[in-house]
């Protein structure tokens, strides 16, 4: 997130927000003991589609930033 200028409060917000993440399993209509959450995102919430969008656009930078594409529209390459 810091490659792309957002604020460091922010961050900080946003990894206290998924640092101590617990989750559990509804089985048989029973929920069964809680376990940490180490990777992911939040199912349900509404930041996690962002982060999740950010994260993409960070790795789809990183593999295309020595790419050279043949194919090209309006001067820019696809």
Do not use: H, W
Request: glycine share 4%; charged share 20%.
């Amino acid at each position: 997130m810091r490659d792309y200028n957002i604020d460091e409060l922010l961050i900080k917000i946003i990894k206290a927000l998924y640092e101590d993440a617990t989750s559990a399993v509804l089985q048989n209509n029973q929920l069964r003991e809680f376990f940490r959450t180490t990777v992911g995102f939040r199912q349900g919430c509404l930041l996690s589609s962002a982060l999740f969008n950010v994260f993409l656009e960070n790795i789809m930078q990183q593999t295309l930033t020595s790419y050279n594409s043949s194919i090209s529209i309006n001067g820019k390459p696809i």
